[in-house]
Protein backbone atom coordinates (compact mmCIF):
# COMPACT_ATOMS: atom_id res chain seq x y z
CA UNK A 1 0.00 0.00 0.00
CA UNK A 2 1.00 3.57 -0.91
CA UNK A 3 0.55 7.04 0.46
CA UNK A 4 1.80 8.50 -2.45
CA UNK A 5 -1.19 10.84 -3.66
CA UNK A 6 -2.69 9.86 -7.46
CA UNK A 7 -0.78 12.35 -10.41
CA UNK A 8 -3.76 14.80 -10.74
CA UNK A 9 -4.29 15.40 -7.12
CA UNK A 10 -0.85 16.48 -6.59
CA UNK A 11 -1.42 19.04 -9.59
CA UNK A 12 -4.61 20.30 -8.08
CA UNK A 13 -2.43 21.16 -4.83
CA UNK A 14 -0.12 23.16 -6.49
CA UNK A 15 -0.57 26.60 -6.84
CA UNK A 16 0.81 28.71 -9.81
CA UNK A 17 0.49 32.26 -11.20
CA UNK A 18 0.72 34.27 -14.46
CA UNK A 19 2.84 36.96 -15.40
CA UNK A 20 0.93 39.20 -17.78
CA UNK A 21 3.58 40.71 -19.85
CA UNK A 22 5.09 37.59 -20.29
CA UNK A 23 2.25 35.86 -20.87
CA UNK A 24 1.40 38.10 -23.76
CA UNK A 25 4.87 38.48 -25.13
CA UNK A 26 5.28 34.79 -25.23
CA UNK A 27 1.45 34.23 -26.95
CA UNK A 28 2.63 36.85 -29.54
CA UNK A 29 5.70 35.04 -30.51
CA UNK A 30 3.77 31.61 -30.88
CA UNK A 31 1.23 33.98 -33.00
CA UNK A 32 4.20 35.56 -35.41
CA UNK A 33 5.03 31.45 -36.05
CA UNK A 34 1.46 30.21 -36.55
CA UNK A 35 -0.39 33.15 -38.08
CA UNK A 36 -0.46 31.66 -41.83
CA UNK A 37 -0.66 28.15 -41.57
CA UNK A 38 -3.10 28.80 -38.40
CA UNK A 39 -5.15 31.00 -40.78
CA UNK A 40 -5.70 29.38 -44.01
CA UNK A 41 -6.02 26.19 -40.99
CA UNK A 42 -9.62 28.05 -39.79
CA UNK A 43 -10.55 29.01 -43.66
CA UNK A 44 -10.29 25.83 -44.38
CA UNK A 45 -12.11 25.08 -40.89
CA UNK A 46 -14.84 27.49 -42.38
CA UNK A 47 -15.43 26.23 -45.38
CA UNK A 48 -16.25 22.87 -44.24
CA UNK A 49 -18.76 24.18 -41.72
CA UNK A 50 -20.53 26.61 -44.21
CA UNK A 51 -21.07 23.64 -46.64
CA UNK A 52 -22.76 21.42 -43.74
CA UNK A 53 -25.33 24.23 -42.51
CA UNK A 54 -25.87 25.41 -45.79
CA UNK A 55 -26.74 21.53 -46.66
CA UNK A 56 -28.35 21.08 -43.78
CA UNK A 57 -30.50 24.06 -43.72
CA UNK A 58 -31.55 23.61 -47.53
CA UNK A 59 -33.04 19.88 -46.03
CA UNK A 60 -35.30 20.85 -43.68
CA UNK A 61 -36.42 24.39 -44.75
CA UNK A 62 -37.16 26.18 -48.07
CA UNK A 63 -34.51 28.78 -49.43
CA UNK A 64 -37.04 31.46 -50.04
CA UNK A 65 -38.28 31.08 -46.50
CA UNK A 66 -34.37 31.36 -44.88
CA UNK A 67 -33.94 34.70 -44.65
CA UNK A 68 -37.30 35.75 -43.38
CA UNK A 69 -36.50 32.57 -40.75
CA UNK A 70 -33.34 34.45 -40.00
CA UNK A 71 -34.67 38.02 -39.23
CA UNK A 72 -37.30 36.49 -37.03
CA UNK A 73 -35.57 34.14 -35.51
CA UNK A 74 -35.16 33.97 -31.15
CA UNK A 75 -34.60 31.21 -29.36
CA UNK A 76 -36.05 31.95 -26.21
CA UNK A 77 -39.34 32.36 -28.09
CA UNK A 78 -39.24 28.87 -29.54
CA UNK A 79 -41.69 25.72 -27.94
CA UNK A 80 -40.13 23.20 -26.14
CA UNK A 81 -39.29 20.59 -28.81
CA UNK A 82 -38.07 23.45 -30.92
CA UNK A 83 -35.66 24.56 -28.13
CA UNK A 84 -34.30 21.37 -27.43
CA UNK A 85 -33.08 20.96 -31.09
CA UNK A 86 -31.28 24.29 -31.18
CA UNK A 87 -30.07 23.38 -27.42
CA UNK A 88 -28.93 20.10 -29.77
CA UNK A 89 -27.35 22.12 -32.90
CA UNK A 90 -25.43 24.15 -30.64
CA UNK A 91 -23.98 21.71 -28.79
CA UNK A 92 -23.55 19.82 -31.61
CA UNK A 93 -21.64 22.35 -33.81
CA UNK A 94 -20.01 22.91 -30.76
CA UNK A 95 -18.28 19.14 -30.75
CA UNK A 96 -17.48 18.86 -34.22
CA UNK A 97 -15.30 21.93 -34.20
CA UNK A 98 -13.79 20.96 -30.97
CA UNK A 99 -10.81 18.48 -32.76
CA UNK A 100 -9.87 21.34 -34.97
CA UNK A 101 -9.80 23.86 -31.80
CA UNK A 102 -7.20 20.96 -30.45
CA UNK A 103 -5.48 20.92 -33.72
CA UNK A 104 -4.83 24.98 -33.35
CA UNK A 105 -3.26 24.31 -30.25
CA UNK A 106 -0.89 22.14 -31.36
CA UNK A 107 0.17 24.13 -34.04
CA UNK A 108 1.09 26.59 -31.11
CA UNK A 109 2.65 23.62 -29.16
CA UNK A 110 4.59 22.78 -31.98
CA UNK A 111 5.76 26.79 -32.78
CA UNK A 112 6.64 26.75 -28.76
CA UNK A 113 8.82 23.75 -29.18
CA UNK A 114 10.59 25.21 -32.45
CA UNK A 115 9.36 22.10 -34.13
CA UNK A 116 7.44 22.55 -37.78
CA UNK A 117 4.24 24.27 -37.78
CA UNK A 118 2.28 21.82 -40.38
CA UNK A 119 -1.47 22.60 -42.06
CA UNK A 120 -2.40 18.69 -41.15
CA UNK A 121 -2.05 19.60 -37.61
CA UNK A 122 -5.46 20.80 -37.84
CA UNK A 123 -7.10 17.54 -38.20
CA UNK A 124 -4.14 15.76 -35.98
CA UNK A 125 -6.64 14.61 -33.03
CA UNK A 126 -9.44 13.64 -35.36
CA UNK A 127 -8.45 9.99 -35.08
CA UNK A 128 -6.17 10.28 -31.98
CA UNK A 129 -6.39 8.28 -28.50
CA UNK A 130 -7.41 12.10 -27.14
CA UNK A 131 -10.53 12.53 -29.20
CA UNK A 132 -13.01 10.66 -27.14
CA UNK A 133 -12.02 13.07 -24.17
CA UNK A 134 -11.62 16.14 -26.44
CA UNK A 135 -15.52 15.66 -27.34
CA UNK A 136 -16.71 14.64 -23.79
CA UNK A 137 -14.85 17.84 -22.08
CA UNK A 138 -16.42 20.20 -25.15
CA UNK A 139 -19.59 18.37 -24.87
CA UNK A 140 -19.91 18.48 -21.00
CA UNK A 141 -18.62 22.74 -20.55
CA UNK A 142 -21.08 23.71 -23.67
CA UNK A 143 -24.31 21.26 -21.82
CA UNK A 144 -23.33 23.47 -18.57
CA UNK A 145 -22.50 26.41 -19.76
CA UNK A 146 -26.04 26.55 -22.37
CA UNK A 147 -28.42 24.95 -20.45
CA UNK A 148 -27.68 27.33 -16.86
CA UNK A 149 -27.58 30.59 -19.43
CA UNK A 150 -31.01 29.36 -21.21
CA UNK A 151 -32.35 28.27 -17.58
CA UNK A 152 -31.37 31.78 -16.21
CA UNK A 153 -32.98 33.29 -19.03
CA UNK A 154 -36.02 31.53 -18.47
CA UNK A 155 -36.58 32.04 -14.39
CA UNK A 156 -34.93 35.89 -14.47
CA UNK A 157 -37.01 38.76 -15.90
CA UNK A 158 -35.86 39.67 -19.47
CA UNK A 159 -32.76 42.04 -18.72
CA UNK A 160 -31.83 40.52 -15.49
CA UNK A 161 -32.08 37.07 -16.90
CA UNK A 162 -29.89 38.33 -20.06
CA UNK A 163 -27.22 39.74 -17.61
CA UNK A 164 -27.19 36.80 -15.27
CA UNK A 165 -27.25 34.29 -18.28
CA UNK A 166 -23.76 36.10 -20.34
CA UNK A 167 -21.99 36.25 -16.66
CA UNK A 168 -22.73 32.53 -15.66
CA UNK A 169 -21.69 31.12 -19.31
CA UNK A 170 -18.56 33.47 -19.64
CA UNK A 171 -17.70 32.50 -16.55
CA UNK A 172 -17.44 28.54 -17.35
CA UNK A 173 -15.68 29.97 -19.99
CA UNK A 174 -13.16 31.41 -18.15
CA UNK A 175 -12.56 28.32 -15.77
CA UNK A 176 -12.43 25.94 -18.12
CA UNK A 177 -10.23 27.71 -20.49
CA UNK A 178 -7.61 25.42 -20.48
CA UNK A 179 -9.85 22.07 -20.36
CA UNK A 180 -8.83 20.85 -23.64
CA UNK A 181 -4.98 21.89 -23.43
CA UNK A 182 -4.89 19.49 -20.50
CA UNK A 183 -6.89 16.55 -22.58
CA UNK A 184 -4.03 16.54 -25.06
CA UNK A 185 -1.13 17.74 -23.53
CA UNK A 186 -1.05 16.24 -20.27
CA UNK A 187 -3.63 13.09 -21.24
CA UNK A 188 -6.13 13.56 -18.39
CA UNK A 189 -9.49 12.50 -18.80
CA UNK A 190 -11.95 14.99 -19.40
CA UNK A 191 -13.63 15.15 -15.94
CA UNK A 192 -9.59 15.53 -14.22
CA UNK A 193 -8.97 17.84 -17.14
CA UNK A 194 -11.83 20.31 -16.50
CA UNK A 195 -11.58 19.72 -12.46
CA UNK A 196 -8.05 20.69 -12.88
CA UNK A 197 -8.77 23.62 -15.04
CA UNK A 198 -11.21 25.19 -12.74
CA UNK A 199 -8.64 24.77 -9.98
CA UNK A 200 -5.59 26.98 -11.77
CA UNK A 201 -7.63 29.25 -13.25
CA UNK A 202 -10.12 30.05 -9.97
CA UNK A 203 -6.48 31.24 -8.38
CA UNK A 204 -5.53 34.01 -11.49
CA UNK A 205 -9.17 34.25 -12.36
CA UNK A 206 -9.48 38.06 -13.45
CA UNK A 207 -5.53 37.51 -14.99
CA UNK A 208 -7.16 35.09 -16.73
CA UNK A 209 -10.35 37.30 -17.74
CA UNK A 210 -8.04 40.53 -18.89
CA UNK A 211 -5.50 38.01 -21.34
CA UNK A 212 -9.04 36.03 -23.05
CA UNK A 213 -10.21 40.65 -23.87
CA UNK A 214 -6.36 41.47 -25.02
CA UNK A 215 -6.96 38.08 -27.22
CA UNK A 216 -10.43 38.62 -28.32
CA UNK A 217 -9.74 42.40 -29.15
CA UNK A 218 -6.36 41.62 -31.17
CA UNK A 219 -8.20 38.71 -32.96
CA UNK A 220 -10.96 40.97 -34.29
CA UNK A 221 -8.57 43.62 -35.39
CA UNK A 222 -8.08 41.38 -38.72
CA UNK A 223 -11.50 42.95 -39.53
CA UNK A 224 -10.02 45.94 -40.76
CA UNK A 225 -8.74 44.19 -43.88
CA UNK A 226 -11.23 43.36 -45.75
CA UNK A 227 -12.35 40.58 -43.04
CA UNK A 228 -10.01 38.45 -44.30
CA UNK A 229 -7.40 39.19 -42.17
CA UNK A 230 -9.50 38.07 -39.65
CA UNK A 231 -8.69 34.65 -40.51
CA UNK A 232 -5.31 34.91 -39.48
CA UNK A 233 -5.22 36.70 -36.08
CA UNK A 234 -7.60 34.39 -34.79
CA UNK A 235 -4.79 32.01 -34.24
CA UNK A 236 -3.93 34.42 -31.32
CA UNK A 237 -6.56 33.65 -29.10
CA UNK A 238 -5.34 30.16 -29.39
CA UNK A 239 -1.12 31.23 -28.71
CA UNK A 240 -3.01 32.71 -25.78
CA UNK A 241 -4.14 29.66 -24.69
CA UNK A 242 -1.50 27.42 -24.79
CA UNK A 243 0.49 29.70 -23.46
CA UNK A 244 -1.89 30.24 -20.21
CA UNK A 245 -1.98 26.28 -20.00
CA UNK A 246 1.59 26.26 -19.86
CA UNK A 247 1.96 28.79 -17.43
CA UNK A 248 -0.52 26.73 -15.16
CA UNK A 249 -0.21 23.21 -16.03
Known sequence: ????????????????TLDLGETINEAFEIWK?????????????????????????????EADKLPELM???????????????????????????SP??????????????????TFSSIYYYVNSPQFLDIVLATTVISLFSVGLNMLLKQLLPNTLGDI?????????????????????????????????????ILNNFFIVLLLMIIAGIFSVVGIVALCIGLFFTIPFAYAMQYSIYKRLS
Open 100 to 117: FVAGMLKMAHDADNDQEV
Open 164 to 200: FGFVTSYTTSILTFIAIPLVIFKSLNFIDAIKLSCTR
Open 1 to 16: MTNEKPQNEEMNNIKK
Open 71 to 97: RNFNPETLSINGMLIYFAIVIGFTVLI
Open 33 to 61: KTALIGGLGFIFLMLILTMLAVTGIGYFF
